[in-house]
């Protein structure tokens, strides 16, 4: 735990007004300096002289089939902690929430949760089955899939796990270490509701079972109430097949609730008269509570945020003066209504403006247009979503749960940022 100084909740004085920063900037046009620091004396060379890339061809339009990223990104990847698990096949992996802007997640970056490694499947290959309480069980081909109607959506997709390692304090230095089990995408696929009518689900069959094809047999229940309303059975994200880590050819979608329900290479939906029970909704994806009970059928994803710039690995780099501070929030409850940012450590709180309009069970961009004046900041972002429900402090979330939970922690985080504009993970007493 860090203390905070008696002088950080203090109002600050702002240095260098946005307007002040344009007409410095606004200089630039003139080739005379760039940014609000330069010397106008000095031309920059880069706006004077003919670089070498303006001094012969590029590449051809067919030098890339299919477009990657440039080789100045290649820090914006995956990443795991290797200590975290035995080895990288039963494990995870973190989306670089701190270097992505907007709200859809590249499939190419999007965090990984394997039971037993990744599969490579064919469409061809790939079946479906439907059984248990139905009228009329059921196997269906990839191509009977893509022959029933279609829904797009954008949800998010949290393991339940994410944040998990800081329920006993800070722990790990870096949002996409923090926060960065989860991924925000648009899924394209058949509603669920749509294969179980074609089946006839019997009036006892109230929870379905789901599988995959994976050597795990990764499986959870899920209420049919729940299976009825918004899930999907996706074949594509973001415009294009799901990667091979993400499910491909076909996953469930579980709008708001935990990734672990979101089974990839879905094999089997079995319709049944209650929960079964099993490995990865009983001795794992509980609640330990303080008195040695475990909590189940904690499924929701409960209203969370995070300011993923400044943070740890995206420190403040040009000094005191205009900045955004941005991060992402949302709920499995619905939609975000608002997000508010403190830069004391929660004893004042701002109204940040959203980035675009708040989607259903999504991921929602916030912005704080901030004058630094170079002090210390304890930032935290708090969410509120549309059923009214607020995101809690870590106190708020332990004086509950205690300290050996493992899944749910939506407590709110604070970054100390130092007058360098580094960054650190910390709490606030």
Not at 322 to 341: F, H, N, Q, Y
Not at 359 to 366: H, Y
Not at 399 to 411: C, D, E, K, V
Request: hydrophobic share 35%; net charge negative; proline share 6%.
């Amino acid at each position: 735990m860090t203390d905070m100084p008696n002088d950080a909740a203090k109002t600050p004085s702002h240095g260098p007004s946005r307007r002040d920063f344009l007409r410095t900037a606004g200089l630039a046009a003139g080739g005379a300096v760039v940014g609000a620091g330069a010397n106008a004396a000095s031309p920059d060379p880069l706006i004077t002289e003919v670089q070498p890339y303006a001094s012969f061809l590029g590449e051809g339009v067919d030098a890339t089939p299919y477009g990657m990223p440039i080789h100045f990104e290649d820090h914006v990847v995956r990443r795991n902690v290797e200590w975290l698990t035995a080895d990288p096949i039963s494990s995870i992996n973190f989306t670089p929430i701190h270097a992505l802007d907007g709200t859809i997640t590249p499939q190419g970056c999007a965090f990984e949760r394997h039971h037993s490694g990744a599969i490579e499947m064919s469409k061809d290959e790939y079946r479906l089955m439907i059984t248990g309480l139905v009228e009329r069980p059921l196997v269906f081909t990839f191509g009977d899939l893509m022959r029933l109607p279609r829904v797009t959506r954008v949800h998010f997709c949290e393991c339940a796990a994410n944040s998990g390692m800081e329920w006993g304090g800070a722990q790990l230095n870096g949002a996409q270490f923090t926060h960065g089990m989860i991924h925000n995408m648009e899924y394209t696929g058949v509603t669920l509701r749509t294969l179980l009518d074609e089946a006839g689900v019997k009036p006892e069959g109230s929870w379905i079972y789901v599988e995959g094809h994976d050597a795990s047999s990764n499986g959870r229940s899920i209420p049919m109430e729940k299976a009825l309303d918004d899930c999907m059975i996706a074949f594509s994200a973001n415009g294009e097949a799901l990667r091979m880590e993400h499910g491909y050819p076909v996953r469930l979608v579980v709008p708001g609730w935990e990734g672990n329900l979101w089974v990839k290479w879905l094999r089997r939906i079995g319709v049944h008269d209650g929960p079964m029970e099993s490995r990865e909704e009983t001795s794992k994806y509980t609640d330990l509570m303080p008195d040695g009970r475990a909590r189940k059928w904690t499924w929701a994803m409960h209203a969370k945020s995070v300011v993923t710039s400044p943070s740890p690995q995206m420190p403040i780099g040009h000094g005191p003066g205009p900045m955004v501070i941005t991060g992402l929030a949302w709920s499995g409850l619905g939609k975000i209504a608002r997000v508010d940012v403190s830069l004391d450590g929660g004893v004042n709180w701002q109204t940040a403006r959203l980035g675009t309009e708040p989607g259903d069970k999504a991921v929602t961009r916030f912005y704080l247009d901030h004058d630094w004046d170079g002090q210390p900041m304890y930032l935290q972002s708090r969410a509120i979503d549309e059923t009214g429900y607020v995101q809690p402090s870590k106190e708020q979330l332990r004086a509950i749960r205690g300290l050996n939970s493992i899944y749910h922690n939506n407590g709110i985080q604070t970054w100390y940022v130092n007058e360098s504009g580094e960054a650190e993970n910390v709490e606030v007493s």
